[in-house]
């Protein structure tokens, strides 16, 4: 029975397409025929460029407002001493040599009475630091220890050539 249901099918199918030719297109034709007729439309100039103009950014000594403020008693404190200078000749710390941004804090640890917070560096490596220990390029001191950040001040040259600012940043626990 398949085999007869497929001859059928063949010999239908001529005449089926033979019902879809033809050639009256008098009606589409006509169409298209008035839509060519009609006049363009206006294209809309192009606009003009505006030149951007540069802004020069003038609170780059003041505190990121992405970070959190360190109290304003320990800033009084560190803002007292008249001459900001870094310490050249104390010997340099093991995460000072690494960026400020690379550097994660990861947790806090608790032994003896002493609290430390655990960094990590950039190459993967944990290490403790507590009040007093340096870390990043810009002579970052460790001035305030919570559980979810660090607060650091870092002393930067303000342009001048013997100029030097307190610049006060955080470092934030990592997946808070």
Known sequence: MKPQLVRVSLLALPLLLAGC???????????MAEKRARP???IAPIPTFKAYEAFAYSATAMRSPFDRPIEVRDLEQLQA??????DDNRPKEFLEQFTFDSLQMV??????????SLVRDPEGGIHRVTLGNYLGRNHGKVVEMTDTYLAVV???SDGTQDGWVERPRTIEMSGI
């Open 40 to 42: 363009g439309g206006v």
């Open 154 to 156: 870092e002393i930067v």
């Open 81 to 86: 001493i008249a001459a900001v200078k870094p």
């Open 21 to 31: 030719g033809g050639g009256d297109f008098s009606d589409l034709d006509a169409f």
């Open 107 to 116: 947790g806090t640890l608790e032994r003896g009475g002493t609290e430390w």
